[in-house]
């Protein structure tokens, strides 16, 4: 019985390790430092995929941000994914949501952004950067010379 439960107790703990399993996990938590930075951008304003994949700690690409917007739970965050548009002031999820294309330019436009007849809004009117954060001075004085 014993060796049952050995083995049974250092199963569970390779699948908690396994490559899968951290992939997943670390898919997770980058999705969620960018449901951060989305959660902030204000009304009327947007980022693009490649600002936001900029922001992170890790070089990630725009279109991890992309997954990361078609994978936004539905939970009482309410984040803005469609705040998230491509470099060129337009939108790319016409082709994924299939049942309503124009769902994210409709979401915008409700919210004051104004888009040309090419479909883009003018990223220097529109575009949204979060505010730098400060460094922490070192707390070490500068030696004095003599």
Known sequence: ????????TSAKK????????????KFE???EQIYALVLEIPRGRVMT????????????????????????????????????????GGISTGKIILHEPDLQRLLL???????????????RIYQWSPAKKKKKKSSSKPKEQK
């Open 49 to 88: 995929y490649g600002q936001i994949a900029r922001l992170l700690d890790d070089r990630y690409s725009p279109r991890l941000v992309g997954w990361a917007m078609h994978a936004v739970p539905q939970d009482e965050r309410h984040i803005p994914w469609h705040r998230v548009i491509n470099s060129q």
């Open 14 to 25: 390779a699948a908690k390790s396994s490559p899968i399993k951290q992939k997943t996990e």
């Open 109 to 123: 436009e409700n919210e004051g952004i104004v888009f040309t007849d090419k479909g883009r809004c003018d990223l």
């Open 1 to 8: 019985m014993k060796t049952r439960v050995v083995a049974e």
């Open 29 to 31: 938590r980058v999705f």
